[in-house]
């Protein structure tokens, strides 16, 4: 007859997991780190045994902190700086909860991810200099365009 020795408590409420500075390159090679993202979710009961029998007792270090780290992988190298910082930066939580979401549904069907939040990516001191520059280089070029256009003004 078997003694158990030793137990872990599992929590089935909602808990927030952190993976905090995440280093990944964007498509042009540019390093970005994300300084924390926040992954809310949840085991449910009656699939307790199986996740852990499946991926023990650490199992949200696979399907969260790991996944993560792929999923931030995946969207940086296939995007600019300027899609990733800006242009799409308001889409990303939604896509890594949907990524995430789908493979524990597939592979860990306990594991139920409420939401993802991600903070800002924080870009190395210079390049962000030489960003920002750029960028008012280009909204001056515009004011250029704009104080002298091609056609000629109608007297």
């Given amino acids: 007859m078997p003694v158990v020795t030793h137990y872990e408590p599992i929590q089935l409420t909602l808990q927030t997991d952190q993976v905090r500075d995440i280093p990944r390159g964007t ?6 780190i994300f300084n924390r993202i926040e992954v809310v979710n949840r085991l449910r009961k009656e699939y307790v045994y199986d996740t852990l029998l499946n991926y023990g007792i650490h199992y949200d ?8 780290h792929h999923e931030i992988n995946q969207f940086c190298s296939s995007h600019s700086l300027q899609q990733v910082y800006i242009d799409m930066f308001d889409q990303i939580d939604e896509r890594m909860r949907e990524a995430l979401q789908g493979d524990c549904t597939r592979y860990a069907p306990g594991v139920g991810i409420i939401s993802v939040r991600v903070t800002k990516p924080t870009i190395l ?21 704009l104080d002298h256009p091609d056609e000629p003004a109608l007297a």
């Fill in 27 to 32: 498509k042009g090679g540019v390093v970005i």
């Fill in 61 to 68: 270090k696979t399907w969260i902190n790991d996944k993560i």
């Fill in 125 to 145: 001191d210079t390049i962000k200099q030489n960003y920002e520059q750029m960028s008012e280089e280009q909204t001056k070029s515009g004011e250029i365009v």
